[in-house]
């Protein structure tokens, strides 16, 4: 079975107005999105992977020692990544559970801090990436960065919110400005309810 591109769990023009457009939701979720899971199921076809679920690729082909990794790994990891990172925004989930935020404060000291480090990890990403918050096989938070597609499966944690911090996630609107991207999808775009259900 194929892999399919998953509709967007909102319309495209929901999150325009707390910071993430339209345009940058078409280009992002229609086009790089679409060729990640294109390119992945034309590389996985006729492959010892091709009926493997996304996960199972994913730690299969990730390779500790290699920066580039490979085609399938790139193109599969990219394509779970940001079917992750759709369901992580939203136009409502706004309010952090209390679960989660007690867990946040625990690990971080508070929210704020938490918010922080999130946003420091993301800038310190050289080119393109991820910066992540994940919880540990042992149950504890803990702020992790990634290049390009690897993610927090790649060393058996959980991820709970990713940021993508590739220039195509934020060009369009915020330039440059990576911090400014980071801090709003912190402040505005996170959907902190499924951040919880993933604990
Ligand atoms: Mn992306």
Redesign the pocket.
Known sequence: MAFVLPDLPYQHDALADLGMSKETLEF?HDL??KAYVDNGNKLISGTEWENKSLEEIIVGTYNPTSVAQNGIFNNIS?LW??NQ?WEMMGPSGKKMPSNLELKINDSFGSVDKFKEEFCAAGVGQFGSGWCWLVQEADGGLKITKTENGVNPLCFNQKALLGC?V?E??YYIDFRNKRPVYLKNFLDNLVNWENVAERL
């Open positions: 992002h790089h999105h990219q990544n940001h990172f993508d590739w195509h996630s």
